[in-house]
């Protein structure tokens, strides 16, 4: 079985990279974690999380959810956290007992903002020190988990650089490892063919069920569905239904089988194929599968997209050779060289499951090299659900 | 109480083609979406009048958050602190920047465009954008100084104060009376579906006693005193405030950190005893100093933010958001 | 159906092979990279289908040449707005 190099965590999981990451857990944080990493060699995230008196307690449960899957994520050797008050700053214990080297600043007992900056760059210096202690070691493919995406759809997405990720994502089930497919409302349209796939009547009910709450929420919100998808850009592109969108979205998963469907952010149970509920949101999407523990990332693109994440590289594939040219400082591989004959949707598969793997072990991607650390908190979208069925 | 504080700002305000008077004089670059922030952000680093906006609103908004989202980025980009805006946009999302970018311009703003897709990736972006920071920067070099008076402002209140005990309540109450006495138009938040009116506020001078309501983010047609519907997030009163076009925005705090925004500077009250750590972070502490003594060192905290950078600016420390109607998609 | 992966201009023919069969097909209104356009003809209320499944629903009847796109279909999901 062919190793890869990895970084070995005491959490038990494998990371790709070794950061250390400044995360703020509330809002009001954010600027204090960019000026106590800005100019040093850790990085950071910025949101706009603020646990307000109504907040549902669902959703305050997502979020740290989310922001726990995040620090503890492998890809990160050590992580400080930046609260206002002492109350936020209780997440430090459940990362803590999952094993990461953790460390806390609450703003309102370090003295005032100057104060908090001071006790940053402390606290901050010796989880360098840690991380740079740290090396890759000999680790199995099945270690990885990858998370597969699609921004900026157009209608050769279906057709070329989305199986082309699914050819990688079969060889990487196949290797044992775990590939996550998401953006429930993309796969509108495209449940049917996904739960013909599933590995129990569990899983495929599952399947159903996920897809029907993002379109029961629309409804509620008195949308329709189709507003928001296909996009414009999309509609220029060439996508012309929902449905079409969807079924060339699914094709990313690639063709095994589904083992399991997880809420959004939560580890998956099992290694293969597994569903994520997650909202379309590019961004929001791409932070639940790394707080689930995704290393990497593929992510396929029309139009050109250039986002990525702080703590996880991501993988870019153009589904046609005009993005992949006009976008080049943006895009890592081209699966347009398929229409042009150059490639086989088989031999484009090999080549990003092999980026996959050069990625895993070091080498960087467009995204990382151009600094990009989008991330965005994602809110719990069913309140309205559950509030109607409340009152029933 | 005595004759309202003269405002004292150490430097002249700029006059923008529209009229109005801006108390800074920022380069704004808005990335419609959040994919296009990493580029709006690399194009004004280094610059240090280009203020990029960072937000995290995507290509998944339904109807009513991307309205909402397209009136807040316009009112940011059009307000008498900004220069000159810079869209900066990704292509194929749901708040057009080009659309943005239009109903800047319309506003009578002077605005420029980047398209990250248009111009073919991020570096040509980039350096695309920072070509268009330097025609805005020349086009704006022409707008005059003007002095700047009490008349020209307006001045945004959080709604903080609302819930406050009537010792510590009283003094916002006070500056609000004083600014309108001295020809300040006053924007307060008010916390929706919040009980909390503002009280004590004797509106001398100010014909509507209870104020005008306001929409969200929506500048106010004429003078006078304004309460605007705002979400409990301090952050997106923030935001509302200044796109409604606040110059400067005083924030009681009592909660979170302090914090300031992008396109007008923020005063910080503190009010203990939660603040007492931030002492030295914040413009004026409210403690056992006579009322008349604090709402003066108000007054003059506000008039100084109007011409001298503040700490927090001093900082880099801003923040924004824009309120989430719905889930996103 | 196919899909353009150049520009298609009106007045193109294009020859479409299904299994042993070809037929020539006029491009008649330009369609974009990227973009669909009929090969036969879709009748109005007909299943539009690509990747072998249903990707919407003929709004009108369309001919070989033509462009498909959001003028001639509609997606099958029900919306807020429709029944």
Known sequence: MEEISLYHRPTGGWGVRNHVLVLPLVASASSMARAVARGTEATWVEHDYEPLHDDLPRNHERIARTL?????????????????????????????????????????????????????????????????????????ISALMLGTECGGSDALSGITANPALGVASDHLVDAGGTVILAETTELIGAEHLLARRAASPAVAEEIYRIIHRYEAVVKAHGEDIRGANPTPGNIEGGLTTIEEKSLGAAKKGGSRTVGEVVEFAVRPSTHGLVIMDTPGNDIEQMVGMVAAGCQVAVFTTGRGTPTGSAIAPVIKVATNSHTAGRMRDNIDLNAGLILEGTETLQSMGRRIYEAILAVAQGELTKAERLGHREFAISRYPFGILDEAATVR | MGEAVPLVSTAPGRRRPSGAVGVRHHFLVIPSVICAAQAALTIAEGMPDAVAIEHQHGCSQLGGDAHLTELVLTGLGTHPNVAGTLVVSLGCETVQGLLLHRSIVECGQRAEFVGIQQSGGTGAAIAAGREALGRLRGAAAADPEARVGWDDLRIGIEAAWL????????????????????????????????????????????????????????????????????????????????????????????????????????????VGPYARPFAGDVDVMLDDTPLPELVGAVLRALGKACGEETALEGMGAFEMAIHRIAPTM | MVIAVAPL???????????????????????????????????????????????????????????????????????????
Do not use: W
């Open chain 2, 163 to 270: 819930g406050m005990p009537a010792a510590q309540a009283r003094v916002f109450a006070e500056v609000t009376d004083q600014l309108l006495q001295a020809g300040a138009t006053v924007i307060q938040a008010v916390r929706e579906g919040s009980s909390e009116q503002p009280a004590g506020v004797s509106a001398l001078g100010n014909p509507n006693r209870e104020g005008i309501p306001l929409a969200y983010g929506t500048p106010p047609a004429g003078r006078g005193y304004f309460l605007m519907a705002a979400p409990e997030s301090r952050i997106a009163q923030k935001t509302g405030l200044a796109a409604a076009g606040a110059h400067v925005i005083l924030s009681p705090f009592a909660s979170g950190l302090p914090a300031g925004c992008p396109v007008a500077p923020v005063v910080h009250v503190g």
């Open chain 1, 68 to 140: 726990v899957g995040f620090a503890t994520n492998p890809n990160v050797a050590a992580v400080l956290l930046i609260a206002d008050t002492g109350e936020p700053g209780m997440l430090l214990e459940p990362i803590r007992a999952a094993g990461q080297r953790a460390d806390l600043v609450i703003v309102a007992e370090a003295g005032g903002l100057r104060g908090a900056m001071e006790q940053g760059r402390d606290r901050l210096a010796p989880l360098l020190s840690h991380a740079a202690g740290c090396c890759r070691e000999p680790a199995p």
């Open chain 3, 9 to 83: 201009q009106p007045g193109t023919e294009i020859e479409v092979r299904r299994g042993a069969a070809a037929a020539c097909v006029v491009v008649e209104t330009l369609i974009p990279f990227g973009h669909k356009m009929a090969v036969a003809e879709i009748a109005a209320g007909d299943p539009v289908i690509k990747y072998g499944e249903i990707i919407g629903v003929a709004t009108t009847a369309i001919r070989p040449g033509q462009h498909v796109h959001v003028h001639n279909v509609r997606s099958d999901r029900a919306g807020a707005g429709d029944g």
